[in-house]
């Protein structure tokens, strides 16, 4: 009774904040199912949400609520994360994996409940439980109030290109193996767009994901990348785009003839249709960094078909023009596209910060032992992660925002360090071995709320140096600088932008470089923050913030719900 009574007052609460600002409550079901698809000449039977492949996409104006039942009819546990969304006191609805709440068992269910607030453009749902989200993932679209208009001028139409990752076999089963074996998994045998490999994969040609548009339009391309371990170079032939948005953020307009977008990211651009009438390939191929690392060498396609309305025929008889792709190792390319990106506007960039942090990300290696597989590089070794020498041990019998809500110990330490604890030469080519082996531990590092965080995010070379993609959840942040080698806090300082940063939640740390990022810890609770190329989170590059309550119920965590699933 006590729990019918608690939702219907959090609905009749939404309801009357809904009226008040003119927003709306979208209620959605949400089942998590096994369903067979065909792709590359193979059906698999793949975890899909209402047997949809990609998922549904889900589009709200800011301030509206979402109120999403996940029901899991399919046969491992999951979670959903809604990413990017700030989820202002209701950390329980973000969605990790034995981080903001257990998971949902085969047979269980739990509804999502939360307000979009203060975010405009592109951003994404996936499942956040071992490698789920290699199928579970869709749009989440943020259009502005009604009466409010884009910073921009409207496009003709708008679509969502979401970028994934396929593979010959089940994920699940590709990761377990790793796990067991201690080596790296098998990388993906094709890219896809909208669920689909395109043209230059086996008996893919016929579904190859097609756009249509009107000469003289100008479309809204909502690019995400949901792979799971590769960025992605981005370019359509014959054609430019112009950024004007990116992760929930709007950018000053800037354009160019190529995106690199990483797994997390989204971007938005606007793309005049001012070409001859024919067809013309959207392309998309991995940027990586690592080296000597197997990577997906495959390229995946879409067609922009252009409709003049005229009695030619444009279909698929005529061979689309295809656009020139970086190389797959083209830093320069990405790193000049990432230095474009800048907020529309003079942003609030605080020069008294409370708490300055430096971690270093990067991989490493575990000796074996007794008993244990041992694929890794080097004789009885298995691949690792970490920061700041901590390879994050996720909790499996509580999560860990349970266990801080209700002070319940031994689930986790808040001694995450801010500091690496041995300072050594992160960037140099050969890192003495004395480095590789992190610690394993669940460590938390503790913020008092309202104070201001500027972190440095430091490339290692332990093992290889590669370009790592952080997200955080629960926040925005400003990236005020991101640079190549040790970052050195005397001279570097000098680069950092303290005007217009672009503000994301997921930045691409530089290969062998650095990256600057500063937040407000204005939103309690625990928030998880990862590299979102998954075989690394897997291995432990990950640690999360403990955001301390403020003062009154509005700088509080809400109470769980009634239904938070209990592990």
Known sequence: MASSLSRLLFLLSCLALALLAGAEVHHHEFVVQETPVKRLCNTHNIITVNGQFP?????????????????????????????????????????????????????????????????????????????????????????????????????????????????????IDVIREAQRTGGAPNVSDAFTINGQPGDFYNCSQKETTAIPVKPGETALLRFINAALNHELFVTIAQHKMTVV???????????????????????????????????????????????????????????????????????????????????????????????????????????????????????????????????????????????????????????????????IPGVFTTDFPAYPPVQFDYTAKNVSQALWQPVPATKLYPLRFGSVVQLVLQDTSIVTPENHPIHIHGYDFFILAEGFGNFD??????????????????????????????????NPGVWLMHCHLDVHITWGLAMAFLVEDGYGKLQSLEPPPVDLPMC
């Open 55 to 171: 998922g549904p996409t889900l589009e709200v104006r800011e301030g509206d609520t979402l109120v999403i039942n996940v029901v899991n009819r399919a046969q491992y546990n999951v979670t959903i994360h809604w990413h990017g969304i700030r989820q202002i006191r209701t950390g329980w609805a973000d969605g990790p994996e034995f981080v903001t709440q257990c998971p949902i068992r085969p047979g269980g269910s739990y509804k999502y409940r939360f307000t979009i607030e203060g975010q405009e453009g592109t951003l994404w749902w996936h499942a956040h439980s071992s490698w789920l989200r290699a199928t579970v993932y869709g749009a989440l679209i943020i259009r502005p109030r009604e009466n409010k208009a884009y910073p921009f001028g409207k496009p003709s139409r708008e679509v969502p290109v979401i970028l994934g990752e396929w593979w010959n076999a089940n994920p």
């Open 245 to 407: 948005g990116v992760d929930a953020s709007y950018t000053k307009p800037f354009t160019t003839s190529v995106l690199m977008i990483a797994p997390g990211q989204t971007t938005d651009v606007l793309v005049t249709m001012d070409q001859a009438p024919t067809r013309y390939y959207i392309a998309a191929r991995a940027y990586v960094t690592g080296q000597n690392v197997a990577f997906d060498n495959t390229t995946t396609t879409a067609v922009i078909e252009y409709d003049c309305g005229c009695a030619s025929d444009f279909g698929p008889k005529i061979q689309p023009a295809f656009p020139a792709l970086p190389a797959f190792n083209d830093t320069a390319t990405a790193t000049a596209f990432a230095a474009g990106i800048k907020s529309p506007d003079r942003v609030k960039v605080h020069e008294n910060v409370d708490e300055y942090l430096f971690f270093t990300v990067g991989l490493g290696l575990f000796n074996c032992k007794p008993g244990q597989l041992c694929a890794g590089p080097n004789n009885n070794t298995r691949f690792t992660a970490s920061m700041n020498n901590v390879s994050f041990v996720f909790p499996q019998h509580d999560s860990l925002l349970h266990a801080h809500y209700y002070k």
């Open 489 to 522: 806090p005397k001279k570097d300082v000098e680069k950092f932008n303290y005007v217009d940063p672009p503000q994301r939640n997921t930045v691409a740390v530089p290969v062998n470089g650095w990256a600057v990022i500063q937040f407000v810890a204005d």
